[in-house]
Every structure is written in C-alpha cells, then in structure tokens.
C-alpha cells in the first residue's frame, strides 16, 4: 500500500489556518503538526471535526498569546494550553479519534522515524520479523542489520 505524504510550504495563521486545512485534508488523513505559534488545540479541534489524526511534538498557542498582557498570567500559561486540550479528550473518546500530544521531537517523533527506517531496511534485505516488535526486539533488528549508531540532529532557529 502507498502512501500519500505531503507538507505545504505555507504561512498559516489563525485567519487562514481552517481554509487551508479544509482544502488539504480528508477524512482519516494524519496530521502531523511540527509548527510552532499556530494552536495545537484549534488544529486538534479542526481534526477531531473532520475524522483526521493529529500528533504534535509540543503544544502551542497561537502567536502572540504568551506574551499578551491583556490575559492574566495563568491564561497565557503552557498549563492553560494543556487544560484546554484535556477539554477535548471527551470529544475525542466519543468520536474514536486519535490525537497525541506534545509527543516531542528527538526523543519523540523522531522514534517513528527511525522505526520505520529499521523496517524499510528489514524489508529490503529480507529480514523476517515477529509480527509484533517489542522493545528489546528494535535492539536485535538494528544489531541484525548491522547498525551500530543512530544519530540524530537538530537544528533550533
């Protein structure tokens, strides 16, 4: 089975993000939110609405709302971005949808990556695997397909 994957190179903002979402995704697509400074919890809204995945690497809220000294400190908070998204877990147990929350980056996101590459190189050099891998079974699949380091970079701007 192929998939579709795609990024679109593409300010959004808290105008434009529902159009842009609208015209991107479908239902049982995956959102994989790696911004920062566009809501989390409005994306999670838009994905819980529309049947789409979500996972985040941290949440965040729209720019400018943490240093907004219209809003009390507890408001502007990372504390109050978490109670607004735990508002949605209801929502979300009544729809079946998933989303998965500041997941982080490296280590994080960045995991399912490197699985899905030990698999790829399983597969291509026809490596039989258990049906199911556990902790310790991603250990012998990277000693099996002789990798010794994995190393992973980041740049911060």
């Given amino acids: 089975m192929k998939h579709k994957i795609q990024h679109i190179i593409q300010e959004i903002t808290q105008d434009n993000y529902l159009d842009i979402l609208a015209k991107e995704l479908g239902g049982h697509d995956f959102l994989a939110n790696l911004s920062v400074d566009i809501s989390s919890v409005d994306l999670m809204k838009y994905c819980l609405k529309n049947d789409v995945f979500y996972i985040d690497t941290c949440i965040e809220p729209w720019v400018g709302r943490y240093d907004n000294e219209s809003l009390e400190p507890i408001e502007r908070s990372n504390f109050a971005l978490r109670q607004e998204a735990l508002k949605l877990e209801e929502r979300a ?65």
């Fill in 93 to 157: 147990a009544v729809n079946s949808k998933t989303a998965v929350v500041a997941h982080g980056a490296n280590p994080g996101i960045v995991s399912h990556f490197v699985k899905a590459a030990l698999l790829n190189l399983a597969k291509l050099n026809e490596v039989d695997l258990p049906e199911h891998l556990s902790h310790t079974d991603w250990t012998m699949l990277a000693k099996t397909l002789n990798i010794e380091v994995c190393q992973i970079s980041e740049h911060d701007s």
